[in-house]
């Protein structure tokens, strides 16, 4: 007897198509006015197929924190977290900011589920050793467990992830939203061909500031090295640009820097290898 | 060919033992002080086998309120819910009280998970019509989708609910802790053989109220009637016995009323048909 094995007819595991998962990361002020957040909400919910929200929510919580005469302190624009702090930023993130959105994704019949790091144990950080600052309970992302929660997206939940880990000792801890989504999409790559988005004031990174047109539409390592000689890309976008060649090289397919209003077209900056 | 079918050797559905599942209802009080909590988080971990852990957070809320200046109104023991103490009581049953069970019991290896009536669309309700009182956001359930909760209770998952619905119309809803015990208890009554356990100050139902150990072992209709008629059970004992009949009649397996420390072992008042 002969068995064909014909190689275009029955693809291999390497060669299969994996399915692709958008993970969207919103900074606070989109999801804390009620009326970009419905507008968001409704954009997100046209991204076909598998997909992630991860929100912040730092003006509300410092908000929270003013009226319970909670003083926010921030050093190099991270919150310091003592105890009181802790539980303003776990009521506000992990309450009332995650759960606006999944009650407004609901509503337009996205199957969201919020999630903070240590439900299911899904992300599990570290406490940040005390060196010049003492950030209090801030955490670092230690591991991932992302088995379960690519399961339930390959079965249409849509998780909403707010910006807390834990650290396994029973203390929830304050994670910064990027970190967040960047983790996350490293982890979930292993499951789905991830495009990592991140929302941003402009419409994608621009070649001239003053042009808000002037979006550069693909961003290599070796252009983004020419950029960055030629003082095109400076300041705070190139640690982000360098982020997302950290997590490119880790298995994430591509990470796109675009405004709120676009993440369900094709535009923005793509960042590739 | 002759194909043996024995039904001794293949059990049939109806005849396939069910997995047993432990729902637990705690309410505010336990919860909201560390030590309680830590203690009541050890003996739920003892409970053997698939459950889920629902609380309350009453007297939380109603401190955090104060803290914000917005008076808490209570009317026939049930929160008066305006737009303000809706976002109170996001933030402290979804938030605060929630995320810190769940990151105790992932720090005693209880793999938990939080969740709110919206986080994947679990408890649907409907906010009560106004008549004598406006309750304001209070909701009344309306559906319970359970397949998605049974599967994860399945593979390990412990949910711990939060006393949170919602209307799919983007609005969170306050919802009584032990209703949403009894709903869940109610549909995950499909999935597995369902003990529905409500904590209480004393261990069980009492045949004398001056004995804390006179506690009646066993409640079936016939025994409620009876005991209603001696008045040896009364006041608010009544309606909650009444209701865990309703949830029996519904396949709930058993109502377990014991007290709190009491949970992982087999005493208390058993409530059955």
Do not use: W
């Amino acid at each position: 007897m002969i068995i064909q094995n014909d190689s275009n007819l029955i693809p291999s595991p390497v060669e299969r198509v994996r399915e692709r998962l958008c993970i969207v990361k919103v900074g606070g002020k989109i999801v804390e006015e009620p009326a970009s957040l419905k507008q968001l909400l409704s954009d997100f919910s046209k991204i076909e197929g598998n997909k992630v929200l991860v929100h912040g929510g730092g003006r509300s919580a410092t908000a929270m924190a003013a009226k319970l005469g909670i003083e926010s302190q921030m050093v190099n624009g991270r919150r310091i977290t003592d105890e009181e702090t802790l539980k303003v930023v776990t009521m506000v993130y992990g309450g009332l900011v995650n759960k606006q959105i999944v009650a407004g994704l609901q509503a337009i019949d996205v199957n969201a589920l919020g999630l903070t790091g240590a439900d299911m144990n899904y992300m599990l950080s570290e406490k940040r050793p005390v060196k010049d600052v003492n950030y209090g309970f801030v955490g670092d992302v230690k591991q991932v467990n992302a088995n379960i929660l690519a399961e339930l997206i390959s079965k249409g939940i849509v998780p909403v992830l707010a910006p807390l880990t834990h650290d396994k000792k029973g203390n929830m801890l304050n994670t910064n939203a990027d970190t967040i989504a960047g983790e996350a999409a490293k982890a979930l790559a292993k499951y789905f061909e991830v495009t990592l988005m991140f929302c941003f004031e402009k419409k994608g990174v621009l070649m001239s500031e003053t042009d808000d047109e002037s979006v550069i539409a693909q961003i290599t390592p070796a252009l983004f090295d020419q950029y960055v000689a030629n003082e095109i890309i400076s300041g705070g976008m190139i640690p982000k640009i360098e982020n997302s060649f950290v997590a490119l090289n880790a298995g994430v397919k591509q990470v796109v820097i675009t405004r709120a209003d676009q993440i369900h077209t094709d535009s923005g900056t793509k960042i590739i290898l």
